[in-house]
């Protein structure tokens, strides 16, 4: 059973920072790719940042130049540092992990954790 579990998530000005983590359980090389979702009230679940096992990265347009993501493969964690917030930022972020293909290809998800910037 493959668990993910987030921390880290606040309430912060603009401008400001935050620093989100999230730890997997079940085996360190099972997960290609980890990375960050958010949602914000009435809004679409979008993809915030992602990293493969290769350290290949992708970010959404509106956090490029603010938000870095960075995964330890060995210790199964990957973290969301977020500077320069915005109240746009404002979301439930969550935590995702998908497995290889041959090992399933599973999507795992967090429970999601708040951020709220305010103005």
């Known amino acids: 059973q493959v668990q993910l579990v987030e921390s880290g998530g606040g309430l912060v000005q603009a401008g400001g920072s935050l620093r989100l983590s999230c730890a997997a359980s079940?085996?360190?090389?099972?997960?290609?790719?980890m990375g960050w979702y958010r949602q914000a009230p009435g809004k679409q679940r979008e993809l915030v940042a992602s990293?493969?096992?290769?350290?290949?990265?992708n970010y959404a347009d509106s956090v490029k130049g603010r938000f870095t993501i960075s995964r330890d493969i060995t210790k199964k964690t990957v973290v969301l540092q977020m500077n320069s917030l915005k109240p746009e930022d404002t979301a439930v972020y969550y935590c995702n992990a998908v497995q290889f293909p041959l090992l399933g290809g599973n999507i795992y998800w967090g429970q999601g954790t708040q951020v709220t910037v305010s103005s």
């Open positions: 079940g085996s360190a090389f099972s997960f290609n790719t």
């Open positions: 990293m493969t096992t290769g350290g290949n990265t």
